[in-house]
């Protein structure tokens, strides 16, 4: 068991702050999310958490028929793959070819809220949760806005969207002693996703968790249909498998369900879910997520299907060469490099 007191040792040492950021300013063919909060306050007015109302974050609410949509395209190792052009894309609304309107590509900051499991039903699975958190500091550059949840029962904020590194691991540093042994990640990941339906740019939730949900007023059909409905990407970094190393590999069907949903989860919202089993792998996986989001391609149309019912619609990404044939992407030797690219499934259209 871990104790009040080892939660106080060296890992949780703050360093020295990072000289504040100004504003950040958008680029050729990027958006950037302007946040409201633009400085650190001195002493920052608590903030209660927002009701989550299922029947008000199921549809996005537009008022243009614009739909946007981020693409990753990766190697076999994770790594993305740059240098593409409008012409190597085609986007396919259930199935007919879109004409892209907007295109955007290059490096770009990112948007992150960083989304806790913080329970005292596991002492085990609370070190390594806050372990992965203080890593993924390590990950921020100056330009990046990031937030900082936590839940258990209830989902509750403990850093708005700020550039400042230092105010980050203030935040996680209140992470100290759990008071509920409840892991609503439903509501949680609900409550993140309405909170961000504003943001612009380069966005993800990262939410380091067990994937087991306990008490969410949320079904795990509703959990889906709002991850499908939401242009923001879900990063789920599981912890199960962390304990399943030393507990000898077993592995009970509970954890096995909550693989499975996070993994439709992360599919369905463009993101990808990860499951390290040593927390020598964290550095990699945190570069890859970061990678991604920073080096994305930024597509945008106007569905040829403007009827405003409601209804969700399949979305598929295509890569293509001059010549409209499946894209061929060489390495240095000149083999062919296997790619994959990153999504989100769908979109709901508005609705009248």
């Known amino acids: 068991m871990i104790t009040a007191a080892a939660l106080d040792g060296p890992w949780f040492a703050q360093s020295q702050s990072d000289q504040q950021q100004s504003g950040p300013k958008p680029n050729v063919d990027e958006t950037v999310l302007a946040p409201k909060k633009t400085a650190p306050s001195a002493a920052p007015a608590e903030k209660k958490p927002e009701r989550i109302n299922p029947n008000d974050i199921y549809t996005l609410s537009t008022s243009t028929n614009l739909v946007n949509l981020d693409v990753m395209v990766k190697d076999n190792n994770g790594n993305p793959i740059s240098g593409l052009g409008r012409k190597n894309f085609k986007v396919f609304d259930d199935g007919v070819e879109q004409s892209i309107s907007n295109f955007g590509t290059g490096e770009a900051p990112m948007t992150v809220t960083l989304l ?6 596991y002492w085990a699975f609370l070190y390594q949760a806050l372990q992965d958190a203080y890593t993924f500091l390590n990950f921020i550059q100056p330009k990046d806005w990031v937030a900082v949840v936590s839940f258990d029962m209830k989902p509750q904020i403990l850093s708005d ?7 980050v691991r203030g935040a996680l540093d209140q992470l100290r002693i759990p008071g509920f042994s409840e892991t609503n990640l439903y509501d949680a990941l609900a409550f993140t996703i309405d909170r961000m339906k504003d ?28 991850s499908k409905a939401s242009d923001t990407a879900i990063y789920p970094v599981s912890i199960l498998e962390w304990l399943s190393v030393r507990i000898g590999g077993r592995m009970d069907f509970t954890a096995d369900q909550a693989r499975n949903q996070l993994n439709y989860i ?13 927390d020598a792998e964290l550095p990699e996986i945190y570069q890859q997520i970061g990678g991604q989001l920073r080096t994305q391609y930024s597509l945008g149309f106007i569905p040829s299907n403007a009827a405003k019912d409601g209804r969700y619609h399949k979305l598929k990404v295509a890569l293509i060469d001059d010549s409209g044939n499946p894209l061929r992407i060489p390495d240095k030797k000149g083999k062919p490099i296997k790619y994959r690219l990153l999504a989100r499934d769908g979109y709901y259209a508005p609705k009248s």
């Open 116 to 121: 806790i499991e913080f329970s005292n039903k």
């Open 161 to 167: 969207f700020t550039q400042d590194r230092s105010e």
């Open 199 to 226: 943001a612009q740019g380069r966005k993800a939730i990262l939410v380091i968790c067990t994937g087991i949900d306990t008490f969410s007023k949320l079904t795990y059909p509703e959990m889906l249909k709002i």
């Open 266 to 278: 992360a599919q369905y919202s463009g993101g990808q879910a990860y499951y390290p089993r040593f």
